[in-house]
């Protein structure tokens, strides 16, 4: 009784300061030293059939040992799993504790190539009475002593009970970050969502509300200027009451392709925020000559794009209006004024231009 105590304590000791993967690591070892097995590993289940399963950590001839993977079948670690063992297991416990006394090097395919004499498995268990992996203990001498294979069946069933803790713990901590993980990939698509156009893949007005507010407040802080660029595909109206919504939609998704293709992802952003009406708000270093030179390179790039409808290729331009940001600016609210007065002379000399206004 006093060696079982010893060896039991020993067992708890050696662990006592370790959580998580580390406690893994030192109950394999002491296992390893205590019981004084030759190969020792806990496990934990793959998937929900019960066929694999992933060491978490092993010790082997004194040294600890990388996980692995493997396919039960063919392995005495297969039968802690059986709901029926068959022969010539008949009268082996299902669902408890496996014990082989000697020649597993001979009775199982995978261990044909070593020197295993005797075999224990212990199954561990979630709190919901479902198997989640086992301690394997192999030794290279046989167990056909009854007592000396009792006690370490009874010292490993104890000792497992903290291993299956553990591991419960370990699990539940898991299931809990994966389950935040998913929650927060579910709200970056939802927040993603909402801030997207569908039709477009553009960011949506409310962003681009967000956004001319945020680029507003940086002017008042640090004066520095953005300025902001309005393009509206003309002919929309007409496109869709003579051809069909279908084809305003390819018109739609086409221009909004050019305006992503001819801007600056890292400082210009594209917004669909109306029906024909898109918006590209710039920041950094830029100037008349260069708000000009952007709508130009637009008006040119929606002037080769044409859309196909009943046989008939359908041309397509826009009109454009742009501003710089100014210091006089009160709200965000200015600054698409001038911009929106801009567009609106654009269309009025005759469409498929760029005004660019002060």
Not at 125 to 133: D, L, Q
Not at 237 to 252: E, I, M, P, Y
Request: some cysteine; overall charge negative; aromatic content about 8%.
């Amino acid at each position: 009784m006093t060696n079982e105590y010893t060896i039991l304590r020993n067992l708890l000791k050696e662990t006592a300061n370790f959580t998580g993967g580390d406690f893994i690591t030192a109950a394999v070892k002491a296992m390893a030293v205590e019981l004084k097995t030759d190969f020792v590993f806990i496990t934990k289940v793959i998937g929900n059939e019960q066929q694999t399963v992933e060491v978490l950590a092993a010790w082997r001839s004194g040294e600890a040992v990388a996980g692995w993977n493997f396919d039960l079948h063919g392995t005495p670690c297969d039968l802690i799993y059986q709901t029926d063992a068959g022969q010539p297991w008949t009268q082996m416990r299902i669902g408890q504790t496996v014990a082989i006394a000697k020649n597993v090097c001979q009775l199982f395919d995978a261990t044909r190539s070593t020197n295993y004499e005797s075999f224990i498995g212990i199954p561990l268990w979630s709190r919901k009475g479902k198997m989640i992996g086992h301690v394997a203990l192999f030794y290279e001498r046989d167990m056909e002593d009854d007592d000396q294979r009792r006690l370490i069946v009874e010292l490993s069933e104890l000792f497992c009970q903290k291993v299956q803790a553990e591991l419960n713990r370990m699990l539940l901590e898991q299931a809990r970050e994966q389950l935040l993980a998913e929650l927060e990939k579910a709200n970056e698509r939802l927040t993603q969502e909402s801030i997207t156009d569908a039709l477009t893949g553009l960011y949506n007005r409310r962003y681009f509300t967000k956004r001319l507010q945020q680029a507003f407040a940086r002017l008042n802080r640090s004066d520095e200027r953005y300025a902001l660029v309005l393009v509206d595909l003309d002919h929309l109206k007409t496109l869709n009451d003579v051809h069909g919504h279908a084809a305003g939609d390819a018109a739609l998704a086409k221009v909004a392709a050019v305006l992503l293709e001819s801007t600056r992802h890292d400082v210009e952003t594209v917004f669909r925020i109306g029906g024909d009406e898109f918006a590209i708000l710039c920041s950094g270093a830029i100037d008349r000559d260069g708000l000009r030179s952007l709508g130009e390179r637009i008006n040119t790039a929606v002037e080769t794009l044409c859309i196909a409808h009943g046989g008939v290729a359908l041309p397509l331009m826009v009109s454009i209006g742009a501003t710089l940001s100014a210091s006089a600016d009160q709200c965000p609210q200015d600054i698409y004024v001038r911009a929106d007065k801009a567009l609106y002379t654009a269309k009025r000399c005759g469409r498929n231009t760029t005004v660019v206004t002060d």
